[in-house]
């Protein structure tokens, strides 16, 4: 059921940290960092890139996390019991990378070097696709219905996208088809479903398209184009409201807008720079960070505002409304996994 607008801000409960952990000041010159929290569907974990390292005199970074060698392993929240644990998913990057549930919770997929992996929570490959043709740009999402992915890739010039049925108890393809091929105006940044019968694609210059499967361009936005190394800042979020038409939420580079998926307007919510956001159908609230470090739950229109503890950054709602994960930064070095609980 979802709760009116009215009634989101009370519901906030006190933070609950579920996962710390902090350096003392003998060991101060080490960090410790989580980035992009994401729910499994049933909400029982949270799992999180993960990176370990040796913080050096002005903080330049050594070892994993540091540009030369990004962070493989990925930390795995078990709500209930409050306990966590590191797998290494090497050769697979994590750190500023996206990675996504299969709509069981039994594998994470991630799009790298021209090749999709499935993998479960035992850093097990279960599955794997080469994209045809060495694309310079790759994502995939789950869509509705297990084991369906839709990916789209892209070089310098032109995309395709590609519907594919895994077969989910052994991870193997067992259907791929090609859905469409266009010219692509710029690099692709972001892949987003929309409904059960459609998808919005991203650019670099800006450019947001919305197709359906059949290749029918639906619609096609101007956004205000940003360049940034979180590859989910880029992201957009689907919104279906119950009463009105489906939105796209993007952030742009000063500003937080609305695409809207039947009239094709677009709307800014909250101007200055919102770095991270996500939006729950079950809640029927939004959830964003701001460049200062500030957490803001409102309504899905942007108001009234209520603020989350500061420095809880990388918000993210469970499927089912019930809390928020983020990353609570305790110091420069350091930070932990927490979750915030609604009642």
Not at 36 to 42: E, L
Not at 148 to 161: D, F, H, I, K, W
Request: hydrophobic residues 40%.
């Amino acid at each position: 059921m979802k709760v009116p607008t009215s009634r989101i801000l009370p519901l906030l409960s006190i933070a609950i940290t579920l996962v710390f952990s902090a350096c003392s000041d003998d060991d101060s010159d080490l960090i410790e960092h989580h980035f992009n929290p994401q729910w499994s569907p049933d909400g029982s974990t949270v799992v999180a890139a993960y990176v370990r390292g040796t913080a050096m005199a002005g903080g330049e970074v050594t070892g994993p996390g540091s540009p030369a060698h990004p962070g493989t392993e990925l930390a795995i929240l078990t709500v209930n019991t409050r306990s966590k644990r590191i797998i290494d998913l090497a050769p697979l990057r994590t750190q500023h990378a996206l990675y996504e549930f299969d709509p069981s919770g039994t594998v994470l997929l991630l799009a790298q070097d021209g090749r999709l992996s499935l993998v479960d929570l035992n850093g097990t490959l279960r599955g794997s696709y080469n994209v045809p043709g060495a694309p310079q740009h790759v994502f995939a999402r789950f869509v509705e219905g297990a084991g369906n992915v839709v990916l789209c890739a892209s070089g310098t010039t032109q995309l395709e996208v590609r519907r594919l049925l895994f077969d989910p108890t052994t991870w193997s393809v067992i259907d791929d088809s090609l859905l469409m091929s266009a010219p692509a105006p710029a690099p692709l940044v972001a892949l987003t479903p929309i409904g059960r019968d459609g998808l919005a694609l991203r650019f670099e210059n800006g450019v947001v398209r919305a197709y359906s499967f059949d290749g029918t361009l639906l619609h096609s936005f101007t956004t205000d184009s940003y360049t940034t190394i979180n590859a989910w800042h880029q992201r957009m979020v689907y919104f279906q409201r119950q009463f009105g038409s489906p939105l796209l939420y993007v952030m742009e580079k000063d500003a937080l807008s609305t695409l809207d998926l039947s009239s094709g307007a677009k709307s800014v919510l909250v101007t200055g720079q919102v770095i991270d956001m996500d939006v729950s159908d079950e809640r029927n609230a939004l959830v964003y960070e701001t460049k200062t470090g500030d957490v803001w739950l409102s309504s899905v229109a942007g108001l009234p505002l209520s603020r989350i503890a500061p420095q809880n950054l990388m918000p993210r709602f469970s499927a089912d409304g019930a809390g928020i994960a983020t990353v609570e930064r305790l110091n420069t070095r350091t930070d932990s996994l927490r979750i915030l609980r609604f009642f």
